[in-house]
C-alpha cells in the first residue's frame, strides 16, 4: 500500500499534495490529492471531493479554493481521479462521457470494463484505507460531496454506506441517472442491459431503502444546460421528501455547470461538512 508523493506545494498555512500509487482495485495506477492543514495531527477529519465527467484529481484542487475553508477547521480534504488511466481499452478514448474520465463510481460488470472499472470500491474501501495508513485521518469521521457525475458518486456512496460517510452534498449532481441520457450510457456500457442492476448506482431510487439521515446540501444553477435533461434535482428532492431525508436544494439564479459555480459555493459545502465532521 505504498504511495509516491508527486509534488508538494504550500498553501493556506497547510500542504496540498499529489500522489499516486497501484490500485487493487483497478489494477492500474491512481492519483490522488491531499490537502493537510497546518497543525493537522493523526486522527483529523476528512472530506473527499468526486469530481465530473472530464475532470481528474487536479481540477476541483486547483480551481474551487476550498482549502481555505478546510484549514480553517482542520479538515483533511482529498480528490482522487475520475477514472484508472493508461489502459487502452477499446472505445476507451471516444467520448467524454464514457470510459476514461467518466468512471461514473461503479464497479463495471461487463467486459472489458469490469477488470479495471471500479471506482465505487476505490473510493469507498481502497482510498480510505490509504488516506488512514498514510495521512492518519479518522474514518469516523468522513464525509463526501462532488459535482455533476461526482455529486451522483457522492450521494450514492453515502446513502450505500450510511456507517462509513457521516456528511454528504452535491452541487449540481446527476439525481437520476437511471433516467437520464449520459446515466443511460454509462450505466449500460459498465452494467449491461439489466436495468434493475442500475438503481444500485442511483441516489433517487436509494432514497427509499438508505439508513443515511443526514442532512443533505444540494446547490443547482438555473442557468445549467444539463438541468433538465441530465441532473433532474426534482427526482432527488421527491424522493428524500417521501423518505423523510432532510435535503437542502439551493436553485441559484444565472449559474451554469462550471468551476465559476463550483468556485462560488464551494466553501459553503465544506462548511456544511465541518459542522458535523469537526464537532
Request: charged letters at 20%.
Amino acid at each position: 500500500m505504498a504511495i509516491e508523493t508527486l509534488k508538494q506545494h504550500r498553501m493556506f498555512g497547510g500542504v496540498q499534495g499529489f500522489f499516486t500509487h497501484d490500485s487493487s482495485e483497478t489494477g492500474t495506477r491512481m492519483r490522488f490529492s491531499v490537502f493537510q492543514p497546518a497543525g493537522a495531527e493523526r486522527g483529523a477529519p476528512v472530506l473527499v471531493y468526486l469530481s465530473g465527467l472530464t475532470c481528474t484529481d487536479e481540477n476541483f484542487t486547483t480551481k474551487a479554493g476550498a482549502q481555505r475553508v478546510a484549514a480553517q477547521h482542520g479538515l483533511v480534504l482529498v480528490a482522487p481521479d475520475t477514472s484508472p488511466r493508461g489502459l487502452e481499452l477499446p472505445g476507451e478514448h471516444d467520448s467524454y462521457d464514457f470510459g476514461s474520465g467518466a468512471g461514473f463510481y461503479v464497479d463495471a460488470t461487463e467486459e472489458p470494463w469490469s477488470k479495471h472499472y471500479r471506482m465505487y470500491s476505490y473510493v469507498v474501501e481502497e482510498l480510505p484505507r490509504l488516506l488512514e495508513t498514510h495521512f492518519g485521518v479518522d474514518l469516523g469521521r468522513m464525509g463526501v460531496f462532488g459535482h455533476s457525475m461526482g455529486g451522483h458518486g457522492a450521494l450514492v456512496t453515502a446513502f450505500r454506506n450510511p456507517d462509513r460517510f457521516r456528511s454528504v452534498s452535491a452541487l449540481s449532481p446527476i439525481c437520476a441517472p437511471t433516467h437520464c441520457p449520459w446515466g443511460k450510457k454509462a450505466f449500460s456500457g459498465y452494467l449491461g442491459t439489466d436495468e434493475a442492476a442500475w438503481k444500485q448506482y442511483d441516489a433517487s431510487e436509494l432514497a427509499a431503502t438508505t439508513r443515511f439521515r443526514g442532512e443533505i446540501l444540494v446547490d443547482q444553477g438555473s442557468a445549467d444546460e444539463f438541468l433538465e435533461r441530465e441532473l433532474m434535482p426534482e427526482r432527488l428532492t421527491a424522493a428524500c421528501s417521501a423518505a423523510g431525508i432532510p435535503l437542502t436544494l439551493r436553485m441559484h439564479d444565472g449559474y451554469d455547470h462550471s468551476y465559476y459555480f463550483i468556485a462560488t459555493f464551494a466553501a459553503d459545502h465544506v462548511e456544511h461538512h465541518a459542522r458535523v465532521l469537526c464537532n
